[in-house]
């Protein structure tokens, strides 16, 4: 039997991608803001329905240079449910990164909890989009413009999520998006900020290279974070397949709903009222008690048959190594309630019906009888 991943990358067919990059071994132009760089922000505009895509060589470097665009220092407001690059890219811009307690039903930063970690040296919030689910972002935007600071969304998970009709890249001041091999929608490496005002994109462009502004000009500390051309011919010819690729994902996601829903200890995901997902992944909760089993078990009985599970997100990033010192994940008790359950397991646009049928049946195989 064939193993089969945790997720498994979109790729374009082989002569479709070869026709795309044909033209560079004319124009040695490889790197450098080159014309498939040029091309990818306009279509990636046009599909996103924003109008400053800046391409970045991967999703980490979109939160760093977001953050440098904005200038932000102090402290940052954000969750422990993440993946480690949204607190890393805080912590490595010189800011402190403040941790507030997630939501029980959409793992997305709790609202409730973000005015009571507001301080005067608060500067910005950093909510994060987790697997297609979209944060309160009427409510985030309404405290940030009480108290004045920036909105910047890690936005890696929804790549073609729509809110109330809308891109998720239309909403805070960035939207931060990676284009890892590994998401919705790649380049190989690579991610992109979207700005809501375009003054913020020329500061970007600056950070993204060096912060050469001219032939004898460097006007900012930047530093390397340009996207090559094979990445962005990578990105054209996935641009086109998108929306198929999302109705394929969308088709293994309602099978493992209609084989998982009503189990008891089981909790499955939902699409939340105007959102239009990505079916980005497919993450359940295990409550040992009524199951039978554990999240643990489950990963390990999956292993056997050689099919991957991800602990996506595990641990809490208040109880890693480099952080448990300065941080106490009992400060946001329902991010570590749920980080100890959740199980991502596998989704991509080729799963069959028979594969999530198997994987269903393996997990329904540990439960009490
Ligand atoms: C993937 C991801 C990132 C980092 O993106 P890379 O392209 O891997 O650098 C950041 N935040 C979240 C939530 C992610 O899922």
Not at 89 to 103: H, K, L, Q
């Amino acid at each position: 039997m064939n193993r089969i991943n945790v997720t498994r990358s979109s790729m374009p067919d082989f002569e479709e991608y070869c026709e795309e990059i044909r033209s560079l071994w004319d124009s040695r132009w490889l790197t450098n803001m080159g014309e498939k760089h040029r091309i990818l922000q306009i279509r990636l505009g046009e599909y996103l329905g924003v109008d400053n895509v800046n391409l970045v060589n991967n999703g980490h470097m979109s939160l760093e240079t977001a953050i440098q665009a904005f200038d932000l220092k102090g402290e940052i407001i954000t969750t422990p449910f993440t993946f480690a690059s949204t607190v890393h890219a805080i912590v490595r811009s010189g800011c402190e990164p403040v941790f507030c307690d997630i939501e029980p039903e959409t793992y997305t930063i709790d609202v409730s909890h973000i005015e009571k970690l507001i301080t005067e040296k608060t500067c910005a919030i950093m909510p994060v989009h987790i697997y297609g689910n979209v944060c309160d972002i009427d409510k985030i935007q309404e405290i940030a413009d009480r108290h004045g600071l920036k909105v910047i969304y890690d936005a890696a998970h929804t790549f073609g999520v729509k809110y109330r009709g809308r891109s998720t890249a239309a909403y805070g001041d960035a939207a931060c998006f990676s284009f890892h091999a590994t998401k919705v929608f790649h380049t190989i490496e690579g991610g992109a900020v979207c700005f809501k005002d375009k003054e913020y994109s020329k500061r970007l462009e600056l950070i993204r290279n060096f912060g050469i502004q001219d032939e004898d000009t460097v006007s900012c500390i930047g530093l390397n974070a340009k996207m090559n051309e094979f990445s962005a011919a990578m990105g054209l010819c996935n641009l086109r397949h998108i929306e198929e690729k999302i109705a394929a994902r969308k088709k293994a996601y309602d099978r493992y709903i209609s084989n998982l829903k009503d189990v008891e200890g089981l909790k499955l995901n939902y699409v939340m009222a105007d959102v239009e997902s990505n079916y980005a992944y497919f993450p359940i909760l295990v409550d040992k008690e009524l199951f039978g089993a554990g999240r643990d078990e489950i990963k390990e009985k999956l292993a056997e048959y050689g099919i991957g599970s991800r602990k996506y997100f595990y641990p809490p990033v208040n109880e890693y190594e480099c952080y448990k010192d300065r941080f106490d994940s009992d400060d946001t008790p329902v991010a570590r309630d749920i980080s100890r359950k959740v199980l991502t397991l596998p989704l991509y646009a080729n799963l069959t019906d028979t594969e999530v049928d198997m994987i269903s049946e393996i997990i329904m195989s540990l439960r009490i009888k």
